[in-house]
């Protein structure tokens, strides 16, 4: 076990590299540099050429790509993130407001999608060929189907604005309030984020399990004269949760794609949100820590999975097929 | 016969018949045997005709589009006798049942033994659900099981996952956790085609063994004629949903008086009897089940048929344990031996 996850190890952080530097080149390549959106269009006509050179001689930006990239690397590693260039705030300040608010976010709704969507899947599989089934299907490919910011604004006309049960938007600071007074906040959109992913875990659990049902083991599981719930979860759902689990942490960057849309229309001040406005200003070291975190969340979500699935798994664990 | 203590389990005219796509297959089609405490009954016939159905009706394993249409699965629980086909189908009574006074082994144990848990664990529920035995006992029982079965190490076998067992292995783990409450009815469906000849071998040895010891009565479902030979005291030939033929093993397999069972045995090859031995495979092959002939099912194969075969034959007693269902058995047997006879002058 140790060894597998030692494994695993040795190609996270290569690849972690490999990728840092592709987002690097991409912003390179993008038109435009730093110094040119900093200057309002009043401005630009007004100031010398020299001038702007001066300014990308202090910003940096006149040295090599290469020496450019290590640099930022190195820094990077050792915690320094640098400054937005809008503003001039340190990065890591940004980082550790919107951080926690979009891993509270995306963590309630990874965690509702779960528990729903492999209950339902589970609930279908029982009752293949049902009604019950056919509306879940349906419901389900619903849920696939309807991009998420237009179910968040449905839910906001209906919850927020009509019924009035729930606040429209915005999120409380953790110190402000307890934590009972920032769940109605949290509640909508997390669970709009939570539909999509519950969808897709739905029909992962829902095939997961129909396959396995239909395994011998199934039948000599009952052939023992259990009950039918210990022959359905236990011997049943305990197997077919394995590529479920899979096939979640697969769809993890999904989660985050989504809940950069679903923080803007909630008004969530996450990372999400964030990161949109660092790229309309074209704030290059803001949108690079943040793509690179984004790459460190995905590399670090499939790492967690594999070893999860190993736990899980003993053929895995233990090395065999 | 019903009456008499000796007899675990007696199957009367039972139908399970499947519905798929709004059409019937009549996979079994009013079959009739008894299966005496501590005796081996073979059920042996072509592919498709109804062997696995049989066994899974008798423990009430059915999948979804079959169910029971007729018939009595009478089966002896001490002095008491108990109508499965009456029971409901996963109720508290069956579950009782199954796993405890008739435990089944399967085809393949490479696919049914759960591959998540441990080999002890696996037998370790059938304990836990039919016995009072403590954690502690239940776990020597294991043990103890998986020795008796020839496990080697059977301390550090006990906690492996099924993985890392060996086919015959496997198998043996099976046939443990089938045997763990000691029951009155042992189901083998095929238990050693997905094992090599040596294991099976050893398998079979076993499981004579288990019967001599325990009184157990066992159902083997096999292709195999040399198996049979070997373990069966009686045999009872399927054709189509029909048993078509059924005595002691003598009976059937010296005085076949049916021409299936006769064109079964000649089709397959006899250990022991040489490389010149006549194999003639049986002509044509078996109707469409959703559209079977009226009257003998094995009529349009048979170089015996009259326009009589057109009306389902009825049983006929030969003598006090051999039955056929043929209605030129006397012809067909008188010949039969005459040409045994001729042979042998
Ligand atoms: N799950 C199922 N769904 C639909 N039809 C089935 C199912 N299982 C069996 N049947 C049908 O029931 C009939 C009898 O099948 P059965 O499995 O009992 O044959 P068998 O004698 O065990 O054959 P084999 O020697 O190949 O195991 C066949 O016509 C088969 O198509
Ligand atoms: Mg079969």
């Given at each position: 076990m140790t060894t597998y996850i030692l494994q695993r190890l040795f190609i996270f952080f290569p690849m972690l590299l490999v990728i840092s530097f592709l987002v690097y080149s991409g912003l390179e390549l993008s038109p435009g540099d730093a110094v040119s959106h900093m200057i309002s269009p009043e401005l630009a006509s007004t100031i010398t050429a020299e001038q702007l050179d001066a300014m990308r001689e202090a910003y940096g930006l006149n040295q090599s790509f290469i020496t450019r990239y290590w640099i930022w690397l190195t820094s990077m590693v050792q915690g320094d993130m640098g400054y937005s260039m809008a503003g001039g705030v340190a990065i890591s300040e940004i980082m550790a407001k919107t951080?926690?608010?979009?891993?509270?976010?995306?963590?309630?709704?990874?965690?509702?999608?779960?528990?729903?969507?492999?209950?339902?899947?589970?609930?279908?599989?029982?009752?293949?060929?049902?009604?019950?089934?056919?509306?879940?299907?349906?419901?389900?490919?619903?849920?696939?189907?309807?991009?998420?910011?237009?179910?968040?604004?449905?839910?906001i006309l209906l919850f927020a604005i009509e019924l009035k049960w729930l606040p429209v938007g915005g999120r409380l600071l953790p110190h402000y309030e307890t934590l009972w007074d920032r769940i109605p906040n949290i509640v909508l959109p997390s669970l709009v984020l939570a539909l999509m992913m519950t969808a897709g875990a739905m029909r992962y659990a829902r095939s997961s399990m129909l396959d396995v049902l239909a395994r011998e083991f199934i039948t000599t599981a009952r052939s023992k004269g259990m009950p039918e719930w210990r022959v359905n979860i236990l011997h049943g759902f305990r197997v077919a949760l394995t590529?479920?689990?899979v096939l979640i942490g697969f769809r993890l960057p999904l989660l985050i794609g989504g809940s950069t849309i679903i923080e803007q229309v909630y008004q969530w001040p996450g990372i999400g949100s964030m990161f949109i406005r660092s790229v309309r200003a074209s704030d290059y070291p803001l949108v690079m820590t943040i793509s690179l975190m984004y790459v460190f969340v995905v590399l670090t979500a499939s790492l967690v999975i594999d070893v999860l699935t190993a736990l899980i798994d003993p053929r895995v664990r233990l090395g065999k097929e | 016969m019903e009456s008499k203590d000796n007899i675990a389990l007696s199957v009367r005219d039972l139908k399970t018949f499947f519905y798929t796509n709004n059409r019937c297959n009549k996979a079994v089609n009013g079959v009739s045997f008894d299966v005496e405490k501590g005796k081996t009954l073979c059920i042996v016939g072509e592919s498709?005709?109804?062997?696995?159905?049989?066994?899974?009706?008798?423990?009430?394993?059915?999948?979804?589009?079959?169910?029971?249409?007729e018939g009595e699965i009478k089966f002896r629980k001490n002095d008491?006798?108990?109508?499965?086909?009456?029971?409901?189908?996963?109720?508290?009574?069956?579950?009782?049942?199954?796993?405890?006074d008739i435990a089944m082994i399967f085809q393949d144990p490479m696919t049914a033994l759960n591959p998540v848990y441990t080999v002890g664990f696996q037998i370790s529920e059938n304990l836990k659900y039919h016995t009072n035995l403590n954690r502690k006992q239940?776990?020597?029982?294991?043990?103890?099981?998986?020795?008796?079965?020839?496990?080697p190490l059977p301390e550090k076998r006990v906690d492996e996952y099924p993985h890392s067992y060996s086919g015959g292995m496997r198998q043996r783990a099976m046939i443990a956790m089938a045997m763990a409450c000691n029951p009155k009815i042992l189901i083998a469906d095929e238990p050693t085609t997905a094992l090599d000849?040596?294991?099976?071998?050893?398998?079979?040895e076993l499981m004579d063994k288990l019967k001599k010891e325990n009184d157990t009565a066992i159902i083997l479902i096999t292709h195999d004629m040399g198996v049979v030979a070997e373990l069966a005291d009686n045999v009872a030939v399927m054709y189509m949903g029909n048993i078509v033929e059924a005595?002691?093993?003598?009976?059937?397999?010296?005085?076949?008086?049916?021409?299936?069972?006769?064109?079964?045995?000649?089709?397959?090859?006899?250990?022991?009897?040489?490389?010149?031995?006549?194999?003639?495979?049986?002509?044509?092959?078996?109707?469409?089940?959703y559209n079977r002939p009226i009257g003998c099912q094995f009529a349009p194969r048979c170089n015996w048929q009259t326009e009589s075969c057109d009306i389902m034959p009825e049983i006929s007693q030969i003598n006090e344990t051999h039955q056929v269902r043929c209605h030129k058995y006397e012809q067909f047997f008188e010949k039969y031996n005459e040409k045994r006879n001729s042979k042998i002058t």
């Open positions: 951080v926690p608010a979009t891993l509270e976010l995306s963590m309630v709704a990874l965690f509702f999608s779960t528990i729903l969507g492999c209950s339902l899947g589970v609930i279908s599989a029982l009752k293949r060929g049902s009604g019950t089934d056919n509306s879940l299907t349906v419901a389900g490919m619903a849920g696939v189907s309807i991009p998420e910011f237009f179910f968040g604004l449905v839910a590529p479920v689990v | 498709g005709c109804g062997k696995s159905v049989t066994a899974a009706t008798i423990m009430q394993l059915l999948p979804t589009l079959s169910r029971i249409e008491e006798i108990i109508n499965i086909e009456k029971l409901e189908k996963n109720g508290k009574e069956m579950r009782e049942i199954r796993g405890s239940i776990r020597e029982k294991c043990i103890s099981l998986l020795s008796d079965m020839g496990i000849v040596t294991i099976q071998a050893q398998i079979f005595g002691t093993a003598d009976d059937v397999l010296r005085r076949p008086t049916h021409p299936y069972t006769k064109a079964l045995l000649e089709s397959v090859p006899v250990l022991g009897r040489g490389k010149n031995q006549d194999i003639n495979p049986i002509k044509g092959s078996t109707p469409d089940p």
